[in-house]
């Protein structure tokens, strides 16, 4: 997996001067950055002009009101509406996303016409028109396609304004107490958030105006909230990345030819990914985009020598859609070619185990603590069989689908970098599976499978880890025992090398507690020990070291430091340890029992659980 990396092609070497530009990725320019933190501060302005009556009078509200959006002090549910709108649109405009541009475009001179109407300023319509000309000056570079979406949106949009709408009602609400009549509970203030987002008068009631401005302000959210879920729920869909069944013909040739070269290269044909091929073909790279941040995992697909044209081809699509470049878990190898070739930079990640299987014994005492475990295991009537997934039938196959889904102990899916999302697909006949077995005087829904542990191929002569669960019930130890099972077993199937889980700091955890480790080493092992209470870092090395592995680095590679923090979200969202959207309820999700026999039809779930 390390090594040397091969000279780029001619082709490659002479790549014109423009595309080496690309190449460097899609870096934020001055004008939609600037342009982008103006809307957000000017809505953040309104928003409060129209929500607190103090700041409506305040110096710094005299200074603002001649901004976009500002309409004067008394028309607090306008003020209101236009400060939500430009925060909606500054995330948009500081990444360059055309149809924020077209907003803001529509929305300016929009201020304009209500800075003369409403307070006949001159110096407002001024700065408007100020402000717009730079937007259709530089229209060029707010020129970035949208993201991929889905109608779900619309739902996730109306529970989110919603909530959002209710708390920042309730703050308009209860930000009057000087003309407030009587003291309202906190029932009675929701219910008239509740009613004033409807258009409809509530229970609370004010002295002078001050009722009038309630109203249509909450009047405004409610507004606001409806349109953007009605825009989202009847725009043209955008499907979402998926792999259509030529791109998962032509990524399983690629890897027929090159795929012993990275233990994550099964895991491209996951077909929630989307995919970009070099010019030539011989070369690919799979990605997922999350938050606006373009996710790829693993190192290109195909032959190295056309990697180059695969990430420019990356790259160019960043840079079209606005999009942050990133690559989690990449080899050696893998990080050289994206830093030279992209100008990116690489950090390490972790270390993937990876057992030989002609040096793995359980003789000796350092495997002194597995080989007793196994042996306990196997007297209490524990037996493992180990198959490819073509030599199962097909009755076996969904008792073992539905055992993995029932077994995973959360809603929440796992895995992308190290997993194929499905088990017992017919075009995924060469995977191996390895399960445990125990006859109980009573059976379960399953029989007598307690355990399984699912590899997907590594080339002709590896395999990789994929997904391992078990039943609660059964004894400590099963993945232990089927880690076993499946390396005593290799040989039969021609297998050399086995790849395990991947240990996050791995390197850190291991020299953080030696011997003459300074107090920095000491400091950072100390938290990522408290953070292994909720992400398993420190657990996962020392199961992974109890076989006595080899340890191949694997790197993020990623624009700038700045991006960090939002990429390291993320992949935490890919790998299914975070969700920020809103889940579907369980009765509406989508149950299969057989596999799908489409490729271009999105996988069904099974994923590592850790």
């Not at 080899?550 to 299914?576: C, H, K, T």
Request: positive net charge; aromatic residues 8%; contains cysteine.
């Amino acid at each position: 997996m390390s090594g040397k990396v091969p000279q780029r092609s001619s082709q490659v070497g002479h790549l014109p001067s423009r595309a080496r530009h690309l190449l460097r990725g899609p870096r934020p320019d001055a004008v939609p950055v600037l342009v982008g933190r103006a809307c957000a501060l000017v809505g953040l302005l309104d928003i409060a002009a129209g929500v607190f009556p103090r700041f409506r009078h305040s110096r710094m509200h005299a200074i603002a009101e001649v901004l976009p959006g500002a309409t004067g002090p008394f028309a607090a549910a306008l003020s209101l509406s236009a400060g939500v709108l430009l925060l909606l649109l500054a995330h948009g405009l500081k990444r360059g996303k055309r149809r924020a541009w077209r907003a803001a475009v529509v929305l300016l001179p929009a201020g304009a016409v209500a800075q003369f109407t409403y307070r006949h300023s001159i110096i407002g319509v001024l700065i408007s028109l100020a402000l717009l000309a730079p937007l259709l000056r530089h229209r060029d570079q707010f020129d970035a396609l949208p993201d991929p979406r889905s109608r779900w949106r619309a739902l996730a949009n109306f529970v989110l304004m919603g909530a959002g709408s209710l708390a920042l009602g309730l703050i308009i609400v209860s930000a009057h107490p000087n003309t407030l009549l009587g003291d309202p509970s906190l029932a009675d203030r929701i219910t008239h958030v509740l009613y004033g987002l409807f258009g409809f008068e509530g229970p609370v009631d004010y002295q002078g105006n001050t009722s009038w401005t309630v109203a249509f302000s909450l009047g405004a959210l409610g507004w606001i909230t409806a349109v953007t879920t009605i825009y989202l729920a009847f725009r043209p869909e955008h499907p979402a990345a998926h792999l259509t069944e030529d791109d998962e013909a032509r990524l399983r040739a690629l890897l027929a030819k090159h795929g012993r070269r990275d233990s994550l290269g099964h895991f491209a044909l996951r077909r929630d990914k989307a995919v970009v091929f070099s010019p030539s073909g011989k070369a690919a790279v799979t990605y997922r985009v999350v938050s606006g941040v373009m996710l790829a995992s693993g190192d290109p697909i195909g032959d190295v020598e056309a990697w180059p044209g695969a990430i420019e081809r990356f790259m160019d699509e960043a840079k079209a859609h606005s999009w942050t470049p990133a690559v989690m878990g990449c080899s050696e190898t893998g990080a050289e070619v994206w830093t030279r070739e992209t100008g990116l930079d690489a950090l390490e990640l972790g270390d993937e185990a990876v057992v030989d299987v002609p040096d793995f014994s359980l003789a000796g005492r350092a495997m002194r603590n597995v080989r007793q475990m196994v042996k306990r295991i196997e007297r209490a009537g524990y037996e493992t069989r180990v198959r490819r997934v073509r030599d199962l039938g097909e009755t076996e196959l969904e008792r073992i689908r539905q055992a993995a889904d029932d077994w995973r102990g959360t809603d929440t899916e796992r895995g992308f970098s190290m997993a194929l999302g499905r088990v017992g697909d017919p075009a995924d006949g060469d995977c191996l599976i390895a399960t445990a077995h125990k006859a109980d005087e009573e059976p379960g829904p399953y029989g007598d499978l307690k355990a399984i542990l699912h590899f997907v191929p590594w080339g002709t002569d590896g395999v990789s880890l994929d997904l391992m669960r078990r039943d609660r019930s059964a004894d400590p130890g099963m993945n232990e025992l089927l880690i076993v099972a499946a390396l005593q077993a290799a040989p039969k199937f021609a297998i050399a090398r086995v790849s395990l889980n991947f240990a996050m700091f791995r390197s850190a955890l291991a020299r953080g507690e030696k011997i003459g480790a300074g107090p920095v080493l000491r400091a950072w092992r100390g938290l990522l020990v408290f953070l292994s209470r909720w992400f398993q870092i420190e657990s996962l090395y020392k199961f992974n070291a109890k076989f006595q592995p080899r340890w191949e680095p694997r790197f993020v590679v990623y624009r700038n430091s700045a991006d960090l923090p939002r990429l390291g979200i993320a992949a935490m969202q890919a790998e299914g340890f975070v969700n920020l959207a809103l889940p579907l309820p369980r009765f509406l999700r989508r149950r299969t029992a057989a596999p799908r026999p489409c490729p271009h039809r999105v996988a069904e779930r099974d994923v590592r659980a850790a």
